[in-house]
């Protein structure tokens, strides 16, 4: 085993190899960037080096910069995370040059899974079942069309460089081709810096599911199926294992086609092999088929470690420090059922817009792992994926689960930032998807009602109104000062409260009235325990009650303070300048492409609101910009 290691990522994935190092024995460093110079990683961490600015490019992507530190510190290994360098292939190549060793694959093994049409065409070979499709090197859109009417429409078509879901587009007609294929060329350059790609089959009723494998350079195990249905946008919202209705014959099948791949690829270490499942006909041993290989530890690993009760980081860690496979086939079983939801600073009715925030409050609920790089206090920075924790729950039954899950996203209280918790507790609530009865549309078919705002419940507004009045601590002995008089409490809209003993109020709502006392456990409302906690913020109030509800605080002296269209347009969340269209004295009509903003995987064009000239452009490509700040300006409108 080591003796020390380093780990070349941030946030919860470098806390959570920190901790199995610990548990081992093994020493850990961290590398940092000036962004996370107080971040939890650092903190856990036995020494930590800093590596450059708060941009990826700068700090977390400098390969040489994190083989230097390992070498200043002593430590014999590079733990890579995911995302970042974990697919890198020069990276490991470096690395091993260095005298180091990567816990990992192979450089070659990384080349061989890094393309999806080589790697489909090599999957192929080796036996495992492909998605029908053309993966060839003949780009001209005549030919791609040609494959696509011999595929049969409907069909994706897929950046072959591609990962986290983008330069993908689903066609339905031949006359829709064309246009569809520029659009995913545009986006795989931009993204990829590599227009190709490659014609699937779209297969209907699609299921993900993939298959855990564990290899040492030579064998190779699986550990079973996850389940990662449930994605908006090609994203993973909630992983499952094992899959619902899986069948011991598909599971043996699916099991050993991913075995057979890590195997053709002489696979070491943690690895993922992604299959889409044609599920319109129930689960059935011939209709899954292989899509890609992630080669390294998959964000959502620990529902797996969960129903094998593997800690896969300590498997990695020994095998690469030389071990052999830790265990056989024979050995691994699965043992009840297990659910992760990722939880995230995003603004799901703004259509999963990234936030940003200090999270003022945080505290996770009972009965899960909680998987976390943030505690309370630490900012979710525009810089990094927005990742608050992952929740994950795990009981011998597949409900019993899901229940857990709920009621763990219901307890958990965040408040600094916007989240989405209430969308994943509504998920968690699905029918459909309690039924085990998944598909990767889910999510859009239900989006309205996922992402519905229930009804405030009466008992949250009548705290709030406590809250808003200063009395949430209690009344205190001077609550004579207060009583009996019925109050005004700034509210929107006006509330009223009265002080009728020691720890008890009255509080008048505008069509009920509320009955609250402060018992040594918390607050009841109407003779009802509420579990309720809050958090007072500078123009917020949030009462945690099965769920955040938020209320604005109304200070009596505030103005409006917002000003009229400006022609000022704003990045609308933070994120990296991709492009700019314009330049300073263009003309521009209303709904003209300004400039496109990138923020975690996703694109947003911004338009022009209104007809004007440009006066100013604030903004450069490459240029990482918070939420709000303004990018482009118009000169002033003209009065008519
Ligand atoms: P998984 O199947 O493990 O969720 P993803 O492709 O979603 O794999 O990506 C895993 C991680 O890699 C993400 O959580 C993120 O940290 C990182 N990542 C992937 N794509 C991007 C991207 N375009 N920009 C920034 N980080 C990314
Ligand atoms: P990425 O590298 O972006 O993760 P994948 O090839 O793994 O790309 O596909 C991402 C998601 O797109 C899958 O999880 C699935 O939801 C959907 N998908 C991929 N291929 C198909 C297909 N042939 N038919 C239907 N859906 C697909
Ligand atoms: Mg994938």
Partial sequence: ?????????????????????RRLGVATV???????AGARHVAMADEAVAIGGPAPKDSYLRGEAIIAAALATGAQAIHPGYGFLSENPEFVDAIEAAGLTFIGPSGDAIRAM???????????????????????????PEHLAGAADAVGYPVLIKAVAGGGGKGMRRVDRPEEFAAALASAQGEATTAFGNPAVLIEKYVEKP??????????????????????????????????????????????????????????????????VEFIVDAS?????????????????????????????????????????????????????????????????????????????????????????????????????????????????????????????????????????TTNIGFLAALARHPGFALGDVDTGLIARD?????????????????????????????????????????????????????TGPGRVTVTLEDSTHDCALHP???????????????????????????????????????????????LTLAPMPGLVKAVFVAAGAEVAAGTPLAILEAMKME???????????????AAPGDQVEAGAALIRLTEEEAA
């Avoid at 947003?604 to 604030?618: M, S």
């Fill in 30 to 36: 961290a590398v940092y960037s000036e962004a996370d």
């Fill in 114 to 140: 890094g393309l999806k049409d080589a790697a489909k065409a090599l999957m192929s070979r080796a036996g495992v079942p492909v998605v029908p499709g053309y993966h060839g090197d003949n780009q001209d």
């Fill in 207 to 272: 299921r993900h599911i993939e298959v855990q494998v564990f290899g040492d350079g030579t064998r190779a195990v699986h550990l079973f199926e996850r389940d990662c249905s449930l994605q908006r946008r090609h994203q993973k919202v909630i992983e499952e294992a094992p899959a619902p209705g899986m069948t011991p014959e598909m599971r043996a099948a699916m099991g050993q086609a991913a075995v057979r791949a890590a195997e053709a690829i002489g696979y070491s270490g943690a690895g993922t």
């Fill in 1 to 21: 085993m080591f003796q020390k290691i380093l780990i070349a990522n941030r946030g919860e994935i470098a806390c959570r190899v920190i901790d199995t190092a």
């Fill in 604 to 618: 947003h064009t911004l338009l022009a609101e209104r007809a004007g000239t440009v006066a100013e452009v604030l």
């Fill in 447 to 499: 989006l309205e009602s996922l992402t519905a705002e229930g009804a405030t419940p009466p008992a949250a507004r009548a705290l709030a109104v406590i809250a808003a009045a200063g009395l949430h601590q209690g009344t205190g002995s001077g609550f004579t000062l207060w009583a009996p008089l019925s109050r005004p409490v700034p509210f929107d809209p006006p509330a009223r409260i009265a002080v």
């Fill in 521 to 567: 456990d918390g607050w009841w409302v109407d003779g009802a325990k509420t579990g309720a906690a809050f958090h007072i913020g500078a123009d917020e109030i949030t009462v945690f009650l099965r769920g955040a509800h938020r209320f604005a605080r109304i200070d009596p002296l505030a103005r409006a303070a917002k000003g009229g269209a400006s022609g």
């Fill in 281 to 417: 006909d129930g689960l059935r041993p011939d209709r899954f088929w292989f899509m890609e290989m992630n080669t390294r530890l998959q964000v959502e690993h620990p529902v797996t470690e969960a129903i094998t009760g593997v800690d896969l980081v300590e498997w990695q860690l020994r095998v690469a420090s030389g071990e052999r496979l830790p265990a056989r086939q024979e050995d691994l079983t699965i043992k009840g059922h297990a659910f992760e939801a990722r939880l995230y600073a995003e603004d799901v009715p703004a259509g999963f817009l990234p936030a940003t925030g200090r999270l003022a409050h945080l505290r996770f609920g009972p009965g899960a792992r909680i998987e976390t790089g943030v505690r309370p206090g630490d900012a979710i920075s525009p810089w990094y994926d927005p990742m608050i924790a992952k929740v994950i729950t795990h009981a011998p039954t597949r409900a019993a689960a899901l229940n857990a899950l709920a009621r763990a996203l219901d307890e958990t209280q965040v408040a600094g930032t």
